[in-house]
């Protein structure tokens, strides 16, 4: 059981670290000013969360937890083959702009369609959760985690939610 969290663990990290690749890409790629706030998906780190409920919740919740993962380990591996293929088109001579721009497109296309299903297995996950379990974990999705400064200030603040129970 531990061997498969670990697995989902770091799929759901590859993804992340993905979709933060993507995300630094595209903002390289264009014109338009850094956003104000949070960078990250803040759903991306809620496995975090998961670890630490009791034994009995986190078999519960698993099957939801495989069914999802199984179907993003095709889109994983070609979001591989997309990042080859820019790493390719940057350093390729001579250097071809259409190319690369294309290399881009299909990756972003990619980080949407994994984003997307991760966002579906993110809902499913949740929806097996009782209240208290989801205050926790929007209280865990805010914290800042691995070196991050704190959030920005404006951001929605669950602390100051009533707690269940």
Known sequence: MRNRWLIGGLIVSAIVNLLLIGFVVGRIASDSPPPFGPVADPTAGYMRYLRTLPEDRREEIAPTMREHMRGLRGEIRGTRGDQRALYAAIVAEPFDAAELTAALERLQRRLTSVQSQSHA?????????????????????????????????????????????
Do not use: C
């Not at 097996?128 to 926790?136: H, P, T, Y």
């Not at 914290?143 to 269940?164: E, I, T, W």
């Open 121 to 165: 297995s993110f809902v499913a996950v949740v929806a097996r959760l009782n209240l208290a379990e989801r205050e926790a974990l929007a209280r865990s999705m805010q914290r800042p985690h691995r070196g991050h400064g704190p959030r920005d200030p404006r951001h929605p603040n669950v602390d100051n939610m009533p707690r269940a129970g």
